[in-house]
């Protein structure tokens, strides 16, 4: 069968529109593609309800002595070892003064020293005309409490333990209430003001501390 050259040109240029329009299908698809695997944006983050809590870090700065090493006070039980020296090791108490009467020594001051302090203050002692080269170990056996109140389920006094934090002490207490505000705390420690913390696993609660749960203002 033969066609003329006018039939002719008309199915190639038939041809070359269905080319063409199967290229644009392709290219569509491949664009669709593509916006599909690109990066994708992450979703905002929930809106806490009005009047919850942030779970997020606080805005309270960390004071300094945040997580200060615990300082021996009046009420505290040690258990003091020297090295080779057992009639000269016990079970010691902080006396009102501060004190802790040592066997030989006397004496040692104990207030406001930190544990590694007082080793060498005793160590200091013994150097003095009693042993050549005194080693000393102490340990708390019984700390002095610590109080809480406020905004807690049930205020009042509660035995320490080592290494305590600020949520530790919550959880003693029964936990927050209602009307809790949960992002800081505030602390009176010895004989100083009363300060800001925020409520974080960073900070520690000292024995003879004084923790108060603020409420939340919204």
Same mark, same amino acid.
């Given at each position: 069968m033969t066609y003329s050259a006018a039939r002719l040109s008309g199915f190639r240029a038939f041809g070359r529109l269905f080319a063409a329009r199967v290229a644009a299908i392709f290219l569509v698809a491949g664009l669709v593609a593509a916006c599909a695997d690109g990066p994708r944006t992450s979703a905002p983050a929930p809106i806490a309800a009005a009047g919850t809590p942030a779970t997020g870090a606080s805005d309270v700065p960390l004071p300094e002595d945040a997580t200060i090493d615990y300082a021996l006070g009046s009420g505290d039980k040690l258990r003091v070892i020297v090295f080779g020296e057992p009639d000269l090791s016990g079970e010691f108490d902080v006396s009102g003064s501060g004190n802790v009467a040592l066997p030989l020594i006397g004496q040692v001051r104990a207030q406001d020293l930190t544990l590694s302090e007082f080793e060498n203050a005793i160590e200091a002692k013994f150097r003095e005309?009693?042993?050549?080269?005194?080693?000393?170990?102490?340990? @708390?056996?019984?700390?002095?409490?610590?109080?809480?109140?406020?905004?807690?389920?049930?205020?009042?006094?509660? /035995?320490?333990?080592?290494?305590?934090?600020?949520?530790?002490?919550? *959880? @003693?207490?029964?936990?927050?209430?209602?009307?809790?505000?949960?992002?800081? @705390?505030?602390?009176?420690?010895?004989?100083?003001?009363?300060?800001?913390? =925020? *409520?974080? =696993?960073?900070?520690?609660?000292?024995?003879?501390? @004084?923790?108060?749960? /603020?409420?939340?203002?919204?």
């Open positions: 005309g009693y042993l050549n080269n005194p080693r000393v170990s102490v340990e @708390v056996l019984n700390y002095r409490p610590f109080y809480i109140y406020g905004e807690v389920e049930n205020s009042g006094q509660y /035995p320490y333990t080592n290494g305590m934090t600020v949520l530790n002490a919550v *959880a @003693v207490a029964g936990g927050y209430t209602y009307r809790a505000n949960q992002t800081s @705390v505030y602390i009176t420690r010895g004989e100083g003001d009363e300060v800001e913390y =925020p *409520a974080s =696993p960073a900070v520690k609660v000292l024995p003879g501390d @004084v923790v108060r749960v /603020p409420e939340r203002f919204f």
